[in-house]
């Protein structure tokens, strides 16, 4: 699976998809990884899909999908 990489506007976060992975990293340098046979909907969507989220209080929430993910930031 290729690498793909999505970067929002006044987000403090990077999420990155590699192989079947999603990795999120923090501002603070600190990066969690969330294996995607966890989250279907995000294992099988576009990279269309995959680019529209924005974060919230306790996470990620991928818009086209209806998907949240809660991590650790601090």
Known sequence: MP??????KKQ???LT??????????????EQAFPLMW????KNASD????DWTQTDTGIHFNRL?????YNSK
Do not use: A, H, N, Y
């Open 12 to 14: 403090d976060i990077k």
């Open 48 to 51: 269309e899909e995959r680019s």
């Open 66 to 70: 209806d998907v949240d993910i809660t």
């Open 17 to 30: 998809f590699q192989d079947d992975m999603l990795f999120v990293l923090g501002e603070d340098g600190k």
């Open 39 to 42: 989250l279907p909907k995000l």
């Open 3 to 8: 690498l793909f990489t999505t970067r929002k």
